[in-house]
């Protein structure tokens, strides 16, 4: 197995831009997918494949991966978007999330 | 439309043995590049992934619960079943099921709304 380190907590001012990190020696070799978690829902997939948005997610959400650290960016922050956010990956072996950040919009 | 519903109880003993099951519409498990995921969230801390089995009847578990996991399919009723052996307090959690896609790697594109297990005597 392997890990995924992120910040516990991030914060910005409303229309700033967020940027959420994720750390793991094998995220080279595979791709990284990210979920917002907002109080009492059950996640919601925000990326996929490092930087594909899916159907629905604003264009203010976007990701991409550098190597061994992959980075989602919020660009424009808005009240909604305080949620904790998780960044994900697998191999055949099976899936490993991040220890998740917690975002906070001052 | 796809949707998953998680259902089983809320509350087991100490040493029990869980039994969750994920009813599914949308979607087939006997499709290519499908597959059924459990992921729990104990209260207030991160998600930990648990176990997903594909269309293929494939399997995969958490290195570290393996021995207490299995999970299993009944495509007639859509539907896919995760028990847990030997519950203690600290699986206290939020039991979701997703479903999951393989695109790159595979990952959870749409969840259930969870259920939540307290483990407690």
């Known amino acids: ?106 | 439309q796809i949707t998953l519903k998680e259902s089983g109880p809320t509350l087991v003993k100490p040493t029990q043995t869980l039994t969750l099951t994920c009813s599914f519409s949308g979607f087939s498990l006997g499709a290519g590049g499908v597959g059924v995921g459990w992921i729990r969230q104990p209260p207030g801390k991160a998600l930990e992934w648990l176990a997903v089995l594909y269309w293929n009847d494939d399997k995969r578990y958490s290195p570290s619960l393996k021995n207490r996991l299995t999970i299993n399919k009944d495509t007639s009723k859509n539907q896919v079943v995760l028990t847990m052996t030997d519950m203690d307090p600290v699986d206290t959690a939020t039991y979701y099921c997703a479903h999951s896609r393989l695109a790159g790697n595979w990952y959870f594109d749409l969840w259930g709304r969870g259920t939540l297990v307290t483990v407690s005597s």
Do not use: H, M
């Open chain 1, 1 to 106: 197995s392997y890990d995924l380190t992120q910040p516990p907590s991030v914060s910005v001012s409303p229309g700033q831009t967020a940027r959420i990190t994720c750390s793991g020696d094998d995220l080279p070799n595979r791709y990284a997918y990210w979920y917002q978690q907002k109080p009492g829902q059950a996640p919601l997939l925000v990326i996929y494949k490092d930087s594909e948005r899916p159907s629905g997610i604003p264009e203010r959400f976007s990701g991409y991966n550098s190597g061994t650290r992959v980075t989602l960016t919020i660009s424009g922050v808005q009240a909604e978007d305080e949620a904790d956010y998780y960044c994900q990956s697998s191999d055949s072996s099976g899936t490993v999330f991040g220890g998740g950040t917690k975002l906070t919009v001052l």
